[in-house]
């Protein structure tokens, strides 16, 4: 039986004015509380710090139990004793991105200036936005350089962003089904989920902290978000065209077809644990991410980091971000003369394979940072 | 270790800069990088034998060979090995002319299919051969889709100015010295543009 692995969530505040976070759009943010969990320990040296970056509705909390929760964190097959990320050798930290509704400032936090939430007068962040407010948690941390930084998604972005804005603060870096940019289908799909939100009167401009919540909004951007989570395959094999508790078409338009079902159970209880501000805000940076924005090219952006190690993973089915752009970014790394390993797992999960074909995954990066680790020691 | 092994290796400068072609599960490298400290990547399209790379630390990309090889720049690598998979690949004129350009040296390895044996089942069966030597594939099963003899890389070097820097025949593990082309069942050839 395994040991049940009880982590709390710890925060950290900085950026107090006047020395507030310059954030990208030139605005200024402060004070920013970061959520996040750690788990492992910080060896003497200060050489095995992995950061782990969530994608678009996780957390901090990557892994093991809250005290009193039935479910673990949302990543606990990959970090843990013994796993991938294993923290019996790793010191492993995630943190809650900022504009996020887990417990870092984002729009449904307090705005110091009015003592309300700030709802729309939370700015714009982007992913290099949030890459710098975690720097500052790493420094807070003590960690010079970081092992290894990771993540799948949102959190492959900001894995990218990582390698790029703080080369010198990292010697690994394993960004997984991701891309070096938003592509136009990306941003369309998004651009459709705030839409859902924006056109639901409870949103209100987003000043509804203290009224009903735009549900319905949040619920069917969501259902939008998820479709594009799965992929033709795997949806054929979970659902087909099975009826919903009955034996024929109800020739209305209640729920007929199990997809439809689903669909509605994923939209309705994404409402009892996201906020929809965050989702508009955290939507927009990831459209505005753009790594080669400012340097002119990919491979321009990747030129101070040709001492990282890289392990690029993709998923076969992964329609939302396909292996066709990890391959641009291991183009653009080899190019370089960066050290790259370049793995495109088979999978008929679609984007979710990142957070289910744990088997592959935990072989492949297990053996990686035991490689990268072996060469400090 | 396998004698076509041992041969690469004494070919392999120390710490030089190596491609391995399908490179399978990594073994070749990895032996590369234990005797002669070389900086290694693979190409591998198979992903199992991708993740056995990881998992002896080879850096290795999984994809199709004939894809990529283009786009590397020129002499990136000091060498480029291929190893028993030159007869495999669809274009096999591709990666040779890519892999002169790509790296300094080439190291060429390939089953003969000029071996007498291969003459003599095709003279006296009548059929493909198969589950003899070194070929131990039917013809509707084989993915040498591209099978060679000796005579025939050797004319190939000639009409392409390639020059041969160092040649090896094996049969059982054991040089061959006399009508390799016959008696032989390895060619492994070090190759670069003449000049």
Same mark, same amino acid.
């Given at each position: 039986?395994?040991?049940?692995?009880?982590?709390?969530?710890?925060?950290?505040t900085?950026a107090y004015?006047?020395?507030?976070?310059?954030?990208?759009?030139?605005?200024?943010?402060?004070?920013?509380?970061?959520?996040?969990?750690t788990?492992?320990?910080?060896?003497?040296?200060?050489?095995?710090?992995?950061?782990?970056?969530?994608?678009?509705?996780g !957390?901090?909390?990557? =892994?093991?139990? @809250?005290?009193? &929760?039935?479910?673990?964190?949302?990543?606990?097959?990959? +970090?843990?004793? %013994?796993?991938?990320?294993?923290?019996?050798?790793?010191?492993?930290i995630?943190s809650?991105?900022?504009?996020?509704?887990?417990?870092?400032?984002?729009?449904?936090?307090?705005?110091?200036?009015?003592g309300?939430?700030?709802?729309?007068?939370?700015?714009?962040?982007?992913?290099? !936005?949030?890459?710098? =407010?975690?720097? @500052?948690?790493? &420094?807070?941390?003590?960690?010079?350089?970081?092992?290894? +930084?990771a993540? %799948?998604?949102?959190?492959?972005?900001?894995?990218l962003?990582?390698?790029?804005?703080?080369?010198?603060?990292?010697?690994?870096?394993?960004?997984i089904?991701?891309?070096s940019?938003?592509?136009?289908?990306?941003?369309?799909?998004?651009?459709?989920?705030?839409?859902?939100?924006?056109?639901?009167p409870?949103?209100?401009?987003?000043?509804?902290?203290?009224?009903?919540?735009?549900?319905?909004?949040?619920?069917?951007?969501?259902?939008?978000?998820?479709?594009t989570?799965?992929s033709?395959?795997?949806?054929?094999?979970?659902?087909?065209?099975?009826?919903?508790?009955?034996?024929?078409?109800?020739?209305?338009?209640?729920?007929?077809?199990?997809?439809?079902?689903?669909?509605?159970h994923?939209g309705l209880?994404?409402?009892?644990?996201?906020?929809?501000?965050?989702?508009?805000?955290i939507?927009?940076?990831?459209?505005?991410?753009?790594?080669?924005?400012?340097?002119?090219?990919?491979?321009?952006?990747?030129?101070?980091?040709?001492?990282?190690?890289?392990?690029?993973?993709?998923?076969?089915s992964?329609?939302?971000?396909?292996?066709?752009?990890?391959?641009?970014?291991v183009?653009?790394?080899?190019?370089?003369g960066?050290?790259?390993?370049?793995?495109?797992?088979?999978?008929?999960?679609?984007?979710?394979?990142?957070?289910?074909?744990?088997?592959?995954?935990?072989?492949?990066?297990?053996?990686?940072?035991?490689?990268?680790?072996?060469?400090?020691? | 270790?396998?004698?076509?092994?041992?041969?690469?290796?004494?070919?392999?400068?120390?710490?030089?800069?190596?491609?391995?072609?399908?490179?399978g599960?990594?073994?070749?490298?990895a032996?590369?990088?234990?005797?002669?400290?070389?900086?290694?990547?693979?190409?591998?399209?198979?992903?199992?034998?991708?993740?056995?790379?990881?998992?002896?630390?080879?850096?290795?990309?999984q994809?199709?060979?004939?894809?990529?090889?283009?786009?590397?720049?020129?002499?990136?690598?000091d060498?480029?090995?291929?190893?028993?998979?030159?007869?495999?690949?669809?274009?096999?004129?591709?990666?040779?002319?890519?892999?002169?350009?790509?790296?300094?040296?080439?190291i060429?390895?390939?089953?003969?299919?000029?071996?007498?044996?291969?003459?003599?089942?095709i003279?006296?069966?009548?059929?493909?051969?198969?589950s003899?030597?070194?070929?131990?594939?039917?013809?509707?099963?084989?993915?040498?889709?591209?099978?060679?003899?000796?005579?025939?890389?050797?004319?190939?070097?000639?009409?392409?100015n390639?020059?041969?820097?160092?040649?090896?025949?094996?049969?059982?593990?054991?040089?061959?010295r006399?009508?390799?082309?016959?008696?032989?069942?390895?060619?492994?050839?070090?190759?670069?543009?003449?000049?």
């Amino acid at each position: 039986m395994e040991e049940v692995y009880y982590v709390e969530t710890q925060y950290y505040t900085f950026a107090y004015p006047p020395n507030e976070l310059k954030l990208e759009s030139g605005e200024k943010l402060g004070p920013i509380t970061l959520a996040y969990e750690t788990y492992g320990e910080l060896n003497k040296d200060k050489t095995n710090a992995i950061l782990i970056l969530h994608a678009l509705s996780g !957390d901090a909390h990557v =892994a093991g139990y @809250h005290k009193g &929760d039935r479910k673990p964190g949302w990543w606990d097959n990959m +970090v843990g004793p %013994g796993k991938a990320f294993d923290t019996n050798k790793y010191f492993v930290i995630c943190s809650n991105v900022i504009g996020g509704c887990k417990g870092s400032t984002g729009p449904s936090s307090i705005n110091p200036a009015t003592g309300k939430p700030y709802g729309l007068d939370f700015p714009v962040i982007t992913i290099k !936005d949030m890459v710098n =407010a975690q720097r @500052h948690l790493i &420094d807070y941390l003590g960690i010079e350089k970081l092992l290894c +930084v990771a993540g %799948g998604s949102m959190g492959g972005m900001q894995v990218l962003q990582w390698t790029v804005s703080y080369p010198e603060r990292v010697r690994s870096a394993i960004p997984i089904a991701t891309a070096s940019r938003n592509k136009a289908m990306q941003i369309a799909f998004n651009e459709v989920g705030r839409q859902a939100i924006m056109s639901d009167p409870n949103w209100n401009r987003g000043d509804y902290y203290d009224k009903t919540p735009p549900n319905t909004g949040l619920a069917i951007a969501r259902m939008v978000g998820h479709i594009t989570y799965l992929s033709e395959e795997s949806m054929e094999q979970k659902f087909g065209r099975r009826l919903r508790q009955k034996e024929k078409y109800g020739y209305d338009f209640s729920i007929d077809f199990e997809v439809e079902s689903y669909l509605h159970h994923q939209g309705l209880s994404f409402t009892q644990r996201f906020d929809a501000n965050s989702y508009l805000y955290i939507t927009k940076a990831i459209d505005y991410f753009d790594l080669a924005d400012g340097y002119g090219s990919l491979f321009e952006a990747f030129s101070n980091s040709t001492h990282i190690k890289f392990l690029v993973i993709s998923f076969t089915s992964d329609w939302l971000y396909p292996p066709s752009q990890s391959k641009e970014i291991v183009r653009a790394l080899e190019a370089n003369g960066i050290d790259v390993t370049y793995r495109e797992i088979e999978s008929s999960y679609g984007h979710d394979a990142f957070l289910l074909e744990a088997e592959e995954q935990t072989r492949i990066i297990s053996s990686f940072l035991k490689y990268v680790y072996e060469e400090i020691e | 270790m396998r004698r076509d092994y041992e041969i690469i290796r004494n070919l392999i400068a120390e710490n030089s800069k190596v491609l391995d072609l399908g490179c399978g599960n990594g073994e070749l490298l990895a032996y590369l990088k234990k005797e002669k400290n070389i900086k290694g990547k693979g190409i591998e399209i198979n992903g199992q034998r991708v993740s056995e790379s990881i998992a002896r630390g080879i850096t290795v990309y999984q994809g199709d060979m004939e894809e990529v090889l283009p786009e590397y720049p020129d002499k990136a690598y000091d060498y480029i090995i291929i190893s028993q998979t030159l007869q495999e690949v669809r274009n096999p004129e591709l990666v040779l002319t890519h892999s002169l350009r790509v790296a300094r040296f080439v190291i060429v390895s390939f089953p003969n299919f000029g071996h007498w044996r291969v003459r003599f089942y095709i003279l006296c069966r009548g059929r493909i051969p198969s589950s003899i030597g070194g070929f131990n594939y039917t013809w509707y099963e084989t993915p040498d889709v591209h099978p060679l003899s000796i005579r025939d890389f050797e004319d190939y070097c000639k009409i392409k100015n390639i020059r041969i820097v160092r040649a090896y025949y094996l049969a059982k593990d054991k040089e061959v010295r006399v009508s390799p082309n016959f008696f032989a069942t390895l060619g492994i050839y070090m190759i670069t543009h003449s000049q």
